[in-house]
């Protein structure tokens, strides 16, 4: 469930959204590491909700639980009270999150996928 992108050492990593278009719903991160030339990516797809900073330090990313992701979606109002967690499920839409310091970047799509620059 830690670091469902597998991404190595997960807290030398610097986070910046370098594109995000709502309307859309797609969402790409800028992956970084200091001192390193290595540039990757994640694409989110289908995005519901984006919650967060415009650039962070941390790439420990984690799948949290459908109820998770469904009581987010509610909370935003992207989800009626008669959509369940099996509607999720159905949809592929899964809740991402990295925890920083002081708050939890959350990211609600249904697809997701790593890819180097």
Not at 35 to 48: K, L, N, Q, T, W
Not at 52 to 78: S, Y
Not at 92 to 108: D, G, P, R, T
Request: with cysteine.
């Amino acid at each position: 469930m830690n670091n469902v992108f597998a991404i190595p050492k997960a807290d030398t990593i610097h986070c910046l959204v370098v594109d995000y278009h709502w309307g859309r719903g797609a969402l790409t991160l800028k992956l970084t590491r200091l001192a390193s030339p290595d540039v990757s990516y994640i694409r989110f797809h289908g995005v519901e909700v984006f919650a967060g900073p415009m650039q962070w330090d941390g790439a420990n990313f984690v799948r949290q639980t459908t109820k998770a992701c469904l009581e987010i979606m509610q909370l935003a109002g992207r989800a009626g009270e008669f959509v369940t967690e099996k509607d999720l499920d159905e949809r592929h839409i899964s809740l991402y999150s990295v925890q920083l310091e002081h708050m939890e970047v959350q990211i609600v799509a249904n697809m997701a996928n790593k890819y180097s620059g």
